[in-house]
């Protein structure tokens, strides 16, 4: 099990490279970006356990930021606050940001901070038993029903479908569905993908439960 991939938007490469050699010595994966928009533009490539967003970024800010992640997801953020942007953290806050580290901080401080708020996040265990849209499924039964109506799906559909409801509301790249239901060594391309959707989608009689995002991947409807 890795130890969370940490998406960190933050425009001074001096903070930046604070956060990322704190967040790598607990042994994260940290990707760095300067702007909202690149951050934004990354999300969806990767499998990204928590935000650490900085509020005064060139562009698009960082509450603009928070509140475009939390439109259509409730992926972890934390912000970063400069000591006299009181307001802006309150905002943060407000916009569903999980925590605050005002700035100066210590590597050690914001390592606490990301570790406690991944746990929280964590603390669920995984379902056995989901629900999404008129939609039911038993993993322990491997069994799904549409409004009480019993499917049959393949394993991998079944896995697929399992996936989507676990995560209602995340939009995910082909590239990290591929690497999440089939595995890393899979060979085949992620045409793999909008095949496996497409027979869900048809089985399932409920196109919109998985939507298109075009250019993008795919995602579950939220509830
Ligand atoms: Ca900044």
């Not at 409730?74 to 400069?82: D, R, V």
């Not at 309150?90 to 990301?114: I, Q």
């Not at 799904?144 to 399992?162: C, D």
């Amino acid at each position: 099990m890795s130890a969370g991939v940490i998406l960190v938007i933050e425009d001074e490469q001096s903070i930046a490279n604070v956060v990322r050699i704190a967040l790598e010595r607990d042994g994260r994966r940290v990707i760095c970006v300067r702007t909202g928009e690149e951050g934004l533009a990354e999300l969806p490539r990767h499998r990204v356990d928590l935000v650490v967003l900085d509020i005064g970024l060139p562009g698009m800010d960082g509450l603009e930021v928070c509140r475009r992640i939390r439109a259509d997801s409730s992926l972890p953020i934390i912000m970063l606050t400069a000591r006299d942007e009181e307001a802006d953290r309150v905002a943060g806050l407000e916009l569903g940001a999980d925590d605050y580290v005002p700035k100066p901080f210590s590597p050690r401080e914001l390592a606490a901070r990301v570790k406690a708020v991944l746990r929280r996040g964590t603390a669920a265990p995984r379902a056995d038993e989901l629900a999404l849209a008129g939609v039911t499924l038993s993993r322990p039964r491997h069994e799904v029903h549409v409004g009480g109506r019993p499917i049959e799906l393949t394993a991998t559909e079944f896995e697929l479908l399992a996936f989507f409801m676990e995560n209602p509301g995340l939009l995910f790249s082909r590239e990290v569905l591929l690497d999440r239901v089939w595995g890393l060594d899979y060979p085949g391309g992620t045409r793999t993908v909008d095949q496996h959707v497409a027979q869900v989608r048809a089985k399932l009689g409920r196109p919109e439960l998985i939507e298109t995002v075009r250019g993008a991947g795919y995602k579950a409807v939220r509830q």
